[in-house]
Structures are given as structure tokens and as C-alpha cells.
């Protein structure tokens, strides 16, 4: 009898552009960032596997350095893992780093922060190459109001008014996250505002930016934005802004 194939279990860091993926997890006759690394992997070895990503970006939404992991008892070298992969998926999507790792690693579950970005590009026109990866808001807008409304979001807090809604979401279901860090910064003609925290709720980030441009247009005061952080209202947040200004910038583990 042939000799039982070990199993191994590999992390993946992976960039891409989401422009034209329906965001992470697979869906049915959708094009996905984890469908499209099955198919690579498939291609490649001619065995299934299921990548688990650090968290589910959504459709438009981008990544520079998205975690995931998966076992595969095939014997390619990680080196050869990683030229090969890239060699099969499209252009938008690649592959940074593989790497093996313990049995019992979870790319979600052993994730201590995530750090996202979101850009914002205030200048009037905006160029073409540049339009797919911003949120082009070309209004007046107080910079240094919504710069020192940022460290609000900092600390632990009841983010409900900050979350879309989602199927997951039940009467038991905690919307209570930690967000280590919350700054807004200008760098020439972009806003860029950086957020890292334990986790994050559907839209959160989004939504997070959005109604720091409330505060920028004047429509939202400090007091009441503290407020929302109690557990208040959707309704009373601003607008989810667009998934093209955002970035998931990295992942860490202990």
C-alpha cells in the first residue's frame, strides 16, 4: 500500500485589487479572491482545498497584505507554491509569502489586530489611474475637525451604530470591538485614515469614515459622536462611503 500523504498546513499572504472581484468568500458564479486561489491551487495540484481567509473584505474592497490559510497534503516546496499560484491567477490578484505553519492555526481566529485604510482624495480632479483606489470627495470639508474627532473611535466600545446589517448579526451576537488605534492623517492632496482593532463588524470601517466626513461638514459634534459609540443608532451615522478607498493593510499574529 502507498504511504499516507502528510498533511500540511500553510499560510498565505496575498494581495489584490478588488475592483472587478465580489469581494472575498466564494459565491456562486461570482468571481471571489478566495474562489479564484481554490482554482489556482486546484489547477495546480489537482486536489480541493479551502482557504480561510483573517476576514471577509468585501466586493471593491482591496488588500495589500490579506491573511489566509488552508491543508493540503501535497509536497510542493513553498517556494515553488508561490511562483506557481501566481503563475495561474489573474493579474490582480498575487500572492506575497507562503509559508508552513502548525496543524492548529487559524487565520481568523489567531489574528490579534487588523490594520485598514482608507483614502479619501480631496483635491477636484482626479486622475483616472488613480479614481478605482479612492473615495473621490471633492467638497468642502474641516480637516482638523475630523482629524481630532479620529481618536474617539479608540478603546472599547459598542459599535451597533457603526454596522451593517448581516445575517450572522442575532439578538446574542456582540458588537463590542476594540479599536487600538484611530488617526487621520492629510498627506498632499488624500486624507488617510488609519484604524487598527481586534475585529471588525460588516461595513464598520466604512462606516467609520463616513461619519467622520459628517463631522467634517459640520453636520456631527464631538459630543454626539461619542454618543454613537454607546450603541446608538445606525441612522445617526453618516453614509457608508464607497469600497474603493479601502485597504487591508495587515494582519498580525502573536
Known sequence: MPAEKTARRIRITVSYDGTNFHGWQVQPGQATIQSELQRAFYALSKTPI??????????????????????????????????????????????????????????????????????????????????????????????????????LFEGEHDFSAFAAFDERYDSNYSKVRTI??????????????????????????????????????????MTELQKLLSGGSRADCGATVPPCGLFLVEVTYK
Open 50 to 151: 479551502l482557504v480561510q481567509g483573517s476576514g471577509r473584505t468585501d466586493s471593491g474592497v482591496h488588500a495589500i497584505a490579506q491573511a489566509a490559510a488552508f491543508t493540503t497534503t501535497s509536497s510542493i516546496p513553498c517556494e515553488n507554491l508561490l511562483r506557481a499560484m501566481n503563475h495561474l491567477l489573474p493579474g490582480a490578484i498575487r500572492v506575497t509569502r507562503v509559508e508552513e505553519v502548525a496543524p492548529e492555526f487559524h487565520a481568523r481566529h489567531d489574528a490579534v489586530s487588523k490594520l485598514y485604510e482608507y483614502r479619501i482624495f480631496r483635491d477636484e480632479i482626479c486622475s483616472p489611474f488613480e479614481r478605482p483606489y479612492v473615495h473621490h470627495h471633492a467638497y468642502p470639508l474641516d480637516d482638523q475637525k475630523m482629524i481630532a474627532a479620529a481618536p
Open 180 to 221: 487600538f488605534s484611530s488617526t487621520l492623517v492629510r498627506e498632499g492632496p488624500r486624507l488617510i485614515y488609519r484604524v487598527r482593532g481586534s475585529g471588525f463588524l460588516k461595513y464598520m470601517v466604512r462606516n467609520l469614515v463616513g461619519t467622520l466626513i459628517e463631522v467634517g461638514k459640520g453636520n456631527l459634534e
